[in-house]
């Protein structure tokens, strides 16, 4: 599966943005799918995960980011997005997609170390 994310940039700390991740290739529904996050001279930490069977969804959120970033997807685009409202000056980082075929249900794994693909990083920064 390839991953393109996209839908970074420049807001004041306060806003809001919406990053999309277009998968294709295959389609995602088989994969464990995350969002994570780079900023210079750090690691690259969990931000999000997602999974899904049938009906039944199973996601993860980072602590710093919960209540304030929402994890999902539109089947029908075969996208990943993550909404990220009240953004602060520390969630500036480059951010990217991530997914994995053969993590078992339910598990939403924060280990970047778990997820095979990735796509290229879309750069968010947030003014204060």
């Known amino acids: 599966v390839q991953l393109q994310a996209s839908g970074g940039g420049l807001v004041q700390a306060g806003g809001s943005l919406r990053l999309s991740c277009a998968a294709s290739g295959r389609t995602i529904n088989n994969y464990v799918m995350g969002w994570f996050r780079q900023a210079p001279g750090k690691e690259r930490e969990f931000v999000a995960g997602i999974r899904w069977r049938g009906d039944i969804i199973s996601t993860n959120y980072a602590d710093s980011v919960k209540g304030r970033f929402t994890i999902s997807r539109d089947n029908a685009k075969n996208t990943l997005y993550l909404q990220m409202n009240s953004l602060k000056p520390d969630d500036t980082a480059d951010y990217y997609c991530?997914?994995?075929?053969?993590?078992?249900?339910?598990?939403?794994?924060?280990?970047?170390?778990?997820?095979?693909?990735w796509g290229q990083g879309t750069l968010v920064t947030v003014s204060s």
């Open positions: 991530a997914a994995d075929a053969r993590i078992p249900w339910p598990r939403v794994p924060r280990d970047p170390g778990e997820y095979d693909y």
